[in-house]
């Protein structure tokens, strides 16, 4: 899986304290210590950091044998347009823009008919008619508000939770939220429940304060402030109901506690049958609100059991107040980024990246931020569903992703044969948790049909909050219906599921599941790379290589701890290992001297130098991914492998800040992108005899110094 800086606002605060907090903690230490030896480093002194703008200039000459990153990219680096919002190019961002284009273009496309269509069209034209957005101001938000203020009692307040008309972006105390596996079922599934997401992100903000809590809090009051302002609350008003919310908060996170869940108590501690849930609700009533949101008939509930028992404790006249206000903090979150001009670039303001400048959004903002709206309104499914369509129409794209994904399948059966460092056994567990591994590819196994939705025009009495509503009750609905079929196949990939969104430019593996899903999206980084006739090798050396890189996360040093269904306990919760033991303390030993490598790399002169076991795992699965596809290419008469390494190093491409790259090292999980070209090439001899790279090169390393675990 990628991650990417622009990304980080779609997520929860907490993903902000979260980073703050990391580099608070890690950024001391590993001074600048210059008359360093750097022979036998990574580079041999030779690597610039040529994902940092201004490192590789016009007249640098640089070798492919010294610096391959930089070389080989030196075209996109020179004519790199940095996006001002995200201070970055790069072709991740290409690609997301490209998207957005296809988007828009579903929209205005005559030739797409039909229910789904026109029902993407009529909300597309609501959502860009500024116009009419303005005209209506914050008005669209009065009416969940004032049906919030009305509740008179907790019976009403029952109610209002089970009912998808007032309440369709499905606020409460403890919400439904997705489907998912039962840890030690391999075949079932089950509904999750959670607690509410909270204004200032994680729990544990509510019980120490720092100063990034403070900040989210000026920024949540700020925002509540504003609304309510605007739709005429007094301010003695205003200042109650943000109290009233964070006590509600302070409650819930300091009674919920599934993040901090291991394994065996997600097991005993929040999985359970209907009767078992009846049995733990007490005063608070669950099933009641959940089967009036149509989940009667649903058995299997995954929740925390600590939590959901505390929730009787709250949920009285005496607390009706706050849990009112409560619930119009987060209407407020929900429709936030819904209503006119104004208010949406005082919420991009807030929460996301600034241009610096005067212009409004920048092209890459625009991408980033349709995707995110087209989420809050519950459509992301139908966008997918009608991008296959427009966008996958003949089989020709597919066609390719299924027999090289087939043939590395394949090949990587060989590489796992070919280890001589595990013993027989591990290696036919290795294989049998390949033959297992679910391909998802390009194609979700259903298509989203949003014929019921009624979206109203503006000229109907319709607007965007409207259309969320009834996209918001389309999710929910299929979430229902699934959530009491036992014949339901989590293995199945589910295009309502939009953690899954295929749209997305990003591959991800779940260890849960075993399963790889390869998302149009990240085709979509070759079309822009190299347009939409790029060649085989074009395509191996960004889609292959990705598509065998999700493959070996289920090889790497956390995905081994995860046998063929994804489990790591059995029926009896007894712990599975399908590595013998002396096989494990092997891997990690080749994982720890990958690792250390790493760490010899210092990017930027004078700074900190790389951790390399924070970067381990995504290191493993970038160097199983070439080596899978080099093992295709060998059946591939005239394969160019030129070609082949440059699309390689053409998918990484990127220019950024120096400061956005001290983040990414101190922040992510994956290497710097010019390490994920360099170290990761060096590594195979089919690169080092392409290019005729000798010892002393840059590019070089001792046959004996490979790093590569598979
Ligand atoms: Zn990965």
New binding site residues.
Partial sequence: ??ENKWNIFRRTTSVFLMTALILVSVGCGDGSDETEDVSGTPGGGKWVDSDVIGVVGAKDNIRLQDDFAAAANKDYILSAVIDPAYEEASIVLDASKLIYERCMAIASDDTMTGANAEKYKSLVKLYSDWDERNKLGVEPLKKYISDIQSISSISELTDYQGSLEKNPFGLGLLIPDSIGPQLQFPDKSTLNLKAPALSLGSASSYVEYTSNTLAAKERCDDVIGYYLGRLGFSEKEIKDIIKGNYRIETYIARNSNMDYFGVREMITQAQNNREGIDALQGGYPLLQILDSRGYLGCDSFYVDYTYLKSLSGIYSEKNLKDIKAFLIVHTIDSIKYLLDRESYEKMVALYNPSTGSQEGLSDGQCSVLFRNDMKICGFLPLLDTLYLEKYFKDSKKTDRVEEFTDALIKVYSQILDEEDWMSEDTKTAAKEKLQNMALHLVKPDNVADYSAAEIRSYEEGGNLVEAAAEGRRMLEAHRAAISKNPDWDRFKWDIYDTGKTTTEVNCV?YTGENGIYIMAGYLAMCDAAFGEDASLEQFAGIVGTTIG??IT?GFDSNGTKFDLYGRQFDENIIPIDWMAVQDRSKMDEKASKLAGYFSLARPIPGMQKVNGNNIK??AI?DMGGIKSVLYVARDLPDFDYDEFFRAFARQYAQQTTKESELGTMRGDV?PLPFLRINIMLQQYDEFIETYDIKPGDGMYLNPEKRVNVW
Wanted: hydrophobic share 20%; aromatic share 10%; net charge negative.
């Fill in positions: 899986m990628r593996y890189h999700e996360h795992d995504e699965a994956h």
